[in-house]
């Protein structure tokens, strides 16, 4: 019986030198994987023999035990890489969180007089480069408080309502309490930066910008 008879969907015989199987194993010995797996020996997908096979079929011939052979040195490479991988990055987000609760120290940079700004009224200002927007609230006569004006869910402007003691983010209605920026309501988790003033005389000085996370 040719082997191009046989039924290329009958059960596969894990003898190496069974019909339709010869050299597709390459140049690995019969006994090499002692006594294979029916589904780990190599067969062609049309289940033709070598010689009826496509030529780089026959010039590459690939083993499925050899294929799926990883070494155990090679696991441990991989491990000790996911792991150096994992370590670099949670060190980088604790860098991060560092760095953003420091407190920068920016020049002094007059803003505006007391007089200027009324009870209940609101100044804004850019600080510390001209980029970078805040919002000066006057909450009483001796309480002035300052934020950026960027919301820490998704960047938006904020919006001071100093009648209702709240910073609104019209984005997605986020709230943050006036007196400490804290978020109150809607998506946003993290307070507002602060900015530091100084009153110099009857002057308004932002002096620092302070990143919260809590
Ligand atoms: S951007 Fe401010 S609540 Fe979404």
Redesign the pocket.
């Known amino acids: 019986m040719q082997s191009s008879d046989l039924d290329p969907r009958r059960p596969v015989d894990a003898t190496i030198d069974s019909p339709a199987r010869e050299g597709l194993t390459g140049t690995a010995p019969a006994d090499l994987y002692g006594a294979p797996e029916r589904d780990e020996i190599t067969v062609a997908p049309d289940g033709r023999p070598t010689a009826e096979q496509p030529a780089w079929r026959q010039d590459f011939p690939i083993d499925w035990p050899q294929d799926q052979y990883v070494e155990r040195r090679d696991f441990m490479k991989f491990l000790v890489l996911v792991s150096g991988a994992f370590g670099v990055g949670q060190l980088w987000i604790v860098m991060q969180s560092w760095w953003r609760s420091r407190r920068a120290a920016f020049p002094a940079r007059r803003i505006a007089s007391l007089d200027e700004i009324p009870i209940g009224g609101t100044l804004a200002f850019t600080y510390p480069t001209d980029v970078d927007a805040n919002v000066l609230v006057r909450v009483s006569a001796d309480l002035l408080v300052a934020y950026s004006q960027k919301?820490t869910?998704?960047?938006?402007a904020?919006v001071p309502k100093p009648d209702q003691g709240v910073l609104h983010?019209p984005?997605?209605?986020?709230l943050f309490d006036l007196r400490s920026g804290n978020p109150i309501a809607?998506?946003?988790r993290r307070p507002l930066p602060r900015i530091v003033l100084q009153i110099r005389g009857r002057d308004v000085y932002p002096t620092a910008v302070e990143h919260r996370t809590t």
């Open positions: 919301c869910h998704l960047s938006c904020v983010c984005c997605h209605e986020g809607g998506p946003p």
